[in-house]
């Protein structure tokens, strides 16, 4: 099926850094969607995307739709201690049924004491 | 307060046993999907329903199995089929299928062999 690659897989920041994630597709995609799941718990949408080239924020997290559609990425700026979790990249591919999300395999992100 | 419900929060089987995971929803949302999340790997699509009485498999189906008797439930049994049952089971709730939707999570139940 198809996948999408995430990187990095992990990232060891200090508090205030910049952070800056993404993800890339072989193929084209409609949607891209931002998430952060914290332990034990589902995850939280953070950015919704809908349109090529379109760049959004949501209080220090921006993220944008790549204008070949084939990538996004996630920045976080000034991190903080309670950024620390997984963030996860879902798309939907430009195709005829529109259910489906294809899920990148996370970026956990850890703050370094 | 609206929301999506998942129990339990933990679970364990035997060999050989059927588990039934619970999702309840009082958002009023027609589409309700399973979710299965490995360490280091994306949500996998187990099976989704777009309306009552209606459910299509997703990417990874066998071994399990769904019904959705009432809008408000959509129940997963995993069957002593899935040879590999242990992990992150979360449920999903959206209003309709077409995005852009957006998705509730429920916080999931861990699935794990006894």
């Known amino acids: 099926g198809q996948q999408l690659n995430q990187s990095p897989q992990s990232m060891f920041i200090q508090e205030g850094e910049d952070v800056s994630m993404n993800c890339t597709s072989s193929?084209?995609?409609?949607?891209w969607l931002w998430y952060k799941q914290e332990p034990g718990e589902g995850p939280v949408l953070l950015i919704a995307?809908?349109?090529a080239g379109e760049l959004t924020s949501n209080g220090r997290l921006t993220a944008q739709f790549g204008i070949t559609r084939k990538d996004s990425f996630l920045n976080i700026s000034a991190s903080i201690p309670s950024d620390v979790g997984i963030y996860f990249c879902?798309?939907?591919?430009?195709?005829?049924?529109?259910?489906?999300?294809?899920w990148g395999a996370g970026t956990k992100l850890i703050i370094k004491p | 307060d609206g929301g999506i419900t998942q129990s339990p929060k933990y679970l364990f089987r035997k060999e050989g046993q059927n588990v039934t995971l619970s999702c309840e929803q009082n958002l009023n949302h027609d589409a309700m999907y399973w979710y299965r999340q490995d360490p280091g790997q994306g949500l996998r699509l187990i099976y989704y329903s777009q309306i009552v009485n209606d459910f299509q498999k997703g990417d990874i189906a066998e071994g399990y199995s769904v019904s959705r008797e009432k809008k408000e439930s959509f129940p997963l049994t995993v069957t002593s089929a899935q040879k590999n049952p242990t992990a992150f089971y979360l449920c999903?709730?959206?209003?309709?299928?077409?995005?852009?939707?957006?998705?509730?999570f429920g916080d999931g139940t861990r699935l794990s062999i006894l």
């Open positions: 999903v709730s959206s209003l309709g299928l077409s995005l852009p939707q957006p998705q509730h």
């Open positions: 995307l809908y349109k």
């Open positions: 193929s084209i995609f409609n949607t």
């Open positions: 879902a798309g939907q591919p430009d195709m005829d049924s529109n259910y489906q999300l294809i």
